[in-house]
C-alpha cells in the first residue's frame, strides 16, 4: 500500500472516532483477561512480594550509662562526717574505733564522699597540709630501719597509722589531711571503679604530695582500677594522662589485649566502656568482639563501649559485618546503621540454638518427658533470661513439679519458683505454684516437729483445690500431726522393753560356775573339818599303804 493511500485511511478513521488506541484496547482487554495475575488488587491489600519478604526490624542502640555521681542522701551524709569527726577526735581511743570501722564502708557512701572531698579540696590549705604532710613523714622515717631508700621507703609508710600516732587535732591542717587519707581508704574498700576514679580525682585535685598515697591504694584495687585509668589515660592535665600510663604499664595493662585479661566480669565489662569513652582506635575491634558474648553483662557494655566509640569505630564494624553476614554492607550506611544491623544478625545467630532448645522443650513437654522438657527450658534460661516467649513454659514447668512432689521436692521447688517468676501477674497457675510452695514449706517444717498451720491456710487461699495442703491440715487439726514420728518412738520403746526382759531371763536362768577346785600343793591334814554330822560322800578309791593290819580308809 502507497503511502498517500495509508494516509487517506488513517484520515477516514480519525473521522469515525477510531484511533489507534481504540484498536489495540480490546487486544488489551483480551490479555488482561487471559492473565489473572494482572487483575486488579482489592483496596487494602498488600503486594504479594512485600508480604513474602516484610523488613526486618532492628533494635535500637543501647544509650551508655552516665558518669553523674547521683546526690547524696541526708543519711549518708550524716554517718560520713561522723565518722570523720571522730577520726580527727582529741580521744585516741576514739580515733582508733573510728579507723577500724572504715573497713565496713558501704559502696553506697560514694556520693557523700564525692561531696566531702569537693567541699575540702576548696576550702583547704593544700601547702599547709602538705608540710604537716612532710613532717611528719621525715619523723617516721628513722623509725623504718631497713635496706630501702627512697621511694621505697616511702612506699612502706602508712600514711593514716603515722598521721594518727603524730597527732595534732589543734592543727586544721592536719585535720583536713586525716579526712582525705581515710576517705581515700574507704574509696579503696567499696573496689569499683568510680571509687577508683575518686582516687584518681584526690591526685588531680590537692597535688603531687599525694601522689604515692593514692598510687598505693589504686595499686591494691587491681583490675577494679584499669578502667578508670584507661579513662585517664585522656585526662586533660598531661601529668595526670601520663601517671596513668605508668600506672597502667606497671599493672601489666598498657594495652588492650592485656588489660581485658580477667576473670571479674564487672571489671571486664568497665574496662569496655572505658575504651569506649577513650574513643581509642586500637581497641575497637576488641570491644566490638565481646557484642555478641553469652554474658548479658558483657554483651552490654561491648555495645555500650561502641556507641561512645561512634565514628571511630564505622570500619571495624563493617568489617565485623561483612565476616559475619558474608557480604560489605552498602555505602550509604552509617556506623549506626551498620552497628544496629550486626547487633541484631548477632540475636539472630545467638538465639537460634536459644529457640531450637525452646522448641524441643515444648515437643518433649507434649508427649510427656518432663524431665527432658525441664531441662531444655533450664537451658533456653540460662543463656536468655528474658526470652520472648518464656510463658509458654510454664505448664511444662508446673507439670514438671506435680509429677515430683514425692520424690524430689526440691526440684519440685525450684520448678515451682519458675512458674512464679515465668507466669503473667494474675495468671491462676502462678498463684497455683506458690500454694504449692507454701504446702511443701509446711511439710519440711512439719518434719521437723512444727505445725504451721497458717501457712496452709494461706496456701488454701491461693488455691481452694490443693488437695495436698487440706489433707495435711485436716492432720494436724486432729492432732496427728506426726504419725511417723509416732510410730518410731513406739517402737524404740518396744525394743528397749523386749531388751530388758531378754536381759532378765538370761541372769535368771544362767548356770552358776563350779567352785574351784583345791589347789594339789596344799596337803589334806590342814583341812578343817566340816561342821556337823558327817555328810554321805560318794565313796574314795582306798589308798595304798605299807603299814600291815592297816585301815586302808584310815590311812592319813
Known sequence: MTPRRVAAFVSLLSALGLGAGAIAAPKEASSTSASPALEPA?????????????????????????????????????????LLANLVSRDPGVRETAVSEILETERDRLPAIHRRLVTLSESSDHEGMKEV??????????????????????????????????????????RDLVQVVAMSRMLRQMDTVGAARELISIYARFGEFLRLEMQRQVEKMGDHAVAALIEAGRHPAPKIAQWASRQLDALGKAIPGEAIQTSDPEALADILRAYGRAREPDAARLVISFANSERTQIRQASREATVLMGEVANWQLRDTYENVVGKKPPREWGWERTARELFGEFDRLRLAQVHAEFEQGLADASSGKLDSAAAAFDKVLARNPVFERAAE???????????????????????????????????????????????????????????????????LDLDPENARAKRLLERMSQGDTDTETRFNRYAAAGAVGFAALVALLFIAFRKRPARSAEPASRPRESAPPAPGPATTAPAEEPHETNEPGGDPGSSA
Open 42 to 82: 482489592p483496596p487494602g491489600s498488600a503486594p504479594k512480594e512485600s508480604a513474602a519478604t516484610p523488613e526486618r526490624v532492628l533494635g535500637s542502640l543501647p544509650k551508655p550509662p552516665s558518669l553523674e555521681i547521683p546526690p547524696p542522701d541526708p543519711a549518708s551524709i550524716e554517718a560520713l562526717d561522723g
Open 393 to 459: 513454659m510454664v505448664p511444662g514447668y508446673l507439670a514438671y513439679a506435680n509429677a515430683h512432689l514425692e520424690d524430689s521436692p526440691e526440684a519440685a521447688v525450684r520448678a515451682l519458683h519458675r512458674v512464679e517468676r515465668l507466669a503473667p501477674e494474675g495468671d491462676v497457675r502462678r498463684k497455683k505454684a506458690t500454694s504449692l510452695i507454701q504446702t511443701l514449706e509446711a511439710e519440711s517444717l512439719l518434719a521437723r516437729h512444727v505445725a504451721d498451720q497458717t501457712l496452709l491456710r494461706r496456701a
Open 133 to 174: 604532710l612532710g613532717s611528719v613523714r621525715d619523723r617516721t622515717r628513722g623509725e623504718i630501719k631497713g635496706e630501702k631508700e627512697g621511694d621505697e621507703r616511702d612506699k612502706a609508710l602508712d600514711y593514716l597509722a603515722m598521721l594518727h600516732k603524730h597527732a595534732k587535732p589543734d592543727s586544721k591542717n592536719w
